[in-house]
């Protein structure tokens, strides 16, 4: 294929916002070339811009500030739960929403202020809420009338609390991440939140909470969503949760963060505190995952099939959400040959990439999947007793070990025998 000089090839706006090909050819994020990376920390591995990450921080907080004083955004830490993660946004100065105990450790770990803590979960168990509440977290956010029942026995006086409420919004997404529907696990009714209210003696009920999904382009179910929640009655706070949807391949073009915080807050009261959750739109874009190939496998008249040395294990995405991804041959950007791209798990349905063009992909070349910076690491799972990969953090030239590679012994480690 014919051979396009290094400076005239652009990149997809799935990858970082530093990402460059450099003149030898190869993929740098964060500055440090990604073939280095490969030989200097193994494959596979994910690899993020730091910069990245503080950037899109700091875009949502001048978003905000530009149109509103009363804000606050809130790190969903879900999306990649890593203390090295925790540090970083901490030291943005934005607020952090845990999913769990654990999650709560980390954030607590790494430095966040309890009182800037959001703590979720749709059955928080005794024990994490005790935890909670004897490291000061902030704000818990209640999701049924059972945990109110938990919260007034063990909270101190004044707890702060929001309600968590499905406000029957559906947006356009897979189903396994629509959370705002009626039909959910999560939350209470809106009709539910009077009876709500008369439960609480203790907890201080500061505004509403609504999650309505993830991965979501539309901007009309926002705008949607601060009228419901704000028809509900008058409360200091609102959250609207997160779920911005980023780009995955170069054809997904996700509403402008702008746009997005124009939605939130076109239906919000002036003087009502705007809350919003990103997860995935602080961190996706800004990592990448390296592989290495190991076999090519032709099936003439059927498929090319490339395996690389990780898949379902460090992404789990495609097979749980039948997520698209793309992906090039990190010396070779450019495709040419329609290939699908294979993991090295034992299962057939183990297939990180199905008809990608690749530039003439050989057993040894380093193959990178942008966009894998969200619920990649944070999924990440043991299957076939394979290590999980490291993360790496890439700034200005230099890359750093956040989260180092797991061993064999760590997979023992557990062990009582
Ligand atoms: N707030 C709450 C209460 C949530 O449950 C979530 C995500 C977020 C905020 C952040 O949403 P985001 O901005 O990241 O879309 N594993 C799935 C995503 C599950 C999201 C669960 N909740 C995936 O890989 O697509």
Same mark, same amino acid.
């Given at each position: 294929?014919?051979?396009?000089?290094?400076?005239?090839?652009?990149?997809?706006?799935?990858?970082?916002?530093?990402?460059?090909?450099?003149? $030898?050819?190869?993929?740098?994020?964060?500055?440090?070339?990604?073939?280095?990376?490969?030989?200097?920390?193994?494959?596979?591995?994910?690899?993020?811009?730091?910069?990245?990450?503080? $950037?899109?921080?700091?875009?949502?907080?001048?978003?905000?500030?530009?149109?509103?004083?009363?804000?606050?955004?809130?790190?969903? @830490?879900?999306?990649?739960?890593?203390?090295?993660?925790?540090?970083?946004?901490?030291?943005?100065?934005?607020?952090?929403?845990?999913?769990?105990?654990?999650?709560?450790?980390?954030?607590?770990?790494?430095?966040? %202020?309890?009182?800037?803590?959001?703590?979720?979960?749709?059955?928080?168990?005794?024990?994490?809420?005790?935890?909670?509440?004897?490291?000061?977290?902030?704000?818990?956010?209640?999701?049924?009338?059972?945990?109110?029942?938990?919260?007034?026995?063990?909270?101190?006086?004044?707890?702060?609390?929001?309600?968590?409420?499905?406000? +029957?919004?559906?947006?356009?997404?897979?189903?396994?991440?629509?959370?705002?529907?009626?039909? @959910?696990?999560?939350?209470?009714?809106?009709?539910?939140?009077?009876?709500?209210?008369?439960?609480?003696?203790?907890?201080?009920?500061?505004?509403?909470? $609504?999650?309505?999904?993830?991965?979501?382009?539309?901007?009309?179910?926002?705008?949607?969503?601060?009228?419901?929640?704000?028809?509900?009655?008058?409360?200091?706070?609102?959250?609207?949760?997160?779920?911005?949807?980023?780009?995955?391949?170069?054809?997904?073009?996700?509403?402008?963060?702008?746009?997005?915080?124009?939605?939130?807050?076109?239906?919000?009261?002036?003087?009502?505190?705007?809350?919003?959750?990103?997860?995935?739109?602080?961190?996706?874009?800004?990592?990448?995952?390296?592989?290495?190939?190991?076999?090519?496998?032709?099936?003439?008249?059927?498929?090319?099939?490339?395996?690389?040395?990780?898949?379902?294990?460090?992404?789990?995405?495609?097979?749980?959400?039948?997520?698209?991804?793309?992906?090039?041959? %990190?010396?070779?950007? +450019?495709?040419?040959?329609?290939?699908?791209?294979?993991?090295?798990?034992?299962?057939?349905?183990?297939?990180?990439?199905?008809?990608?063009?690749?530039?003439?992909?050989?057993?040894?070349?380093?193959?990178?999947?942008?966009?894998?910076?969200?619920?990649?690491?944070?999924?990440?799972?043991?299957?076939?007793?394979?290590?999980?990969?490291?993360?790496?953090?890439?700034?200005?030239?230099?890359?750093?070990?956040?989260?180092?590679?797991?061993?064999?012994?760590?997979?023992? $480690?557990?062990?009582?025998?």
């Amino acid at each position: 294929m014919s051979i396009m000089p290094a400076a005239a090839r652009t990149l997809s706006h799935v990858y970082p916002a530093d990402a460059r090909l450099n003149d $030898a050819g190869h993929l740098e994020v964060g500055g440090c070339d990604v073939l280095e990376l490969a030989r200097e920390f193994g494959t596979p591995a994910y690899v993020y811009a730091e910069d990245d990450m503080r $950037a899109r921080a700091r875009e949502y907080v001048d978003a905000f500030r530009t149109r509103t004083e009363h804000f606050e955004v809130i790190y969903a @830490s879900k999306a990649f739960p890593a203390t090295a993660v925790y540090k970083l946004f901490a030291e943005e100065g934005i607020s952090c929403d845990c999913a769990s105990g654990g999650e709560l450790h980390l954030a607590l770990k790494a430095g966040f %202020a309890p009182e800037r803590i959001y703590l979720h979960g749709n059955n928080k168990t005794e024990a994490e809420l005790r935890y909670a509440v004897e490291r000061g977290v902030g704000t818990i956010v209640v999701d049924s009338f059972d945990e109110i029942g938990r919260l007034e026995r063990i909270a101190p006086e004044r707890q702060k609390v929001m309600l968590r409420v499905t406000p +029957g919004i559906k947006p356009t997404t897979h189903s396994y991440i629509q959370t705002g529907q009626v039909d @959910s696990k999560f939350g209470f009714s809106i009709d539910d939140v009077p009876r709500a209210l008369d439960t609480m003696k203790r907890l201080r009920l500061c505004g509403l909470h $609504a999650h309505i999904g993830s991965q979501i382009f539309e901007l009309d179910v926002y705008e949607k969503l601060a009228e419901v929640l704000s028809g509900v009655g008058d409360w200091p706070k609102l959250n609207l949760g997160g779920g911005l949807g980023i780009a995955y391949t170069h054809e997904d073009q996700p509403p402008a963060l702008e746009d997005y915080v124009d939605a939130l807050l076109k239906n919000a009261p002036d003087d009502v505190t705007v809350l919003c959750e990103p997860g995935r739109s602080l961190v996706g874009n800004a990592g990448v995952s390296i592989y290495t190939v190991g076999t090519v496998k032709d099936i003439p008249g059927v498929r090319t099939y490339i395996a690389v040395d990780g898949g379902m294990v460090d992404n789990l995405r495609p097979m749980l959400y039948g997520a698209k991804y793309e992906a090039d041959i %990190a010396s070779r950007f +450019g495709g040419g040959r329609v290939v699908t791209v294979a993991g090295m798990h034992c299962e057939s349905g183990d297939i990180l990439i199905r008809d990608v063009a690749l530039d003439d992909p050989k057993v040894g070349d380093i193959l990178v999947v942008p966009a894998t910076g969200a619920y990649g690491h944070a999924m990440a799972n043991n299957y076939n007793a394979i290590p999980r990969p490291p993360v790496i953090f890439c700034r200005d030239g230099d890359a750093r070990v956040v989260v180092r590679r797991e061993t064999y012994d760590d997979l023992t $480690a557990r062990d009582v025998v």
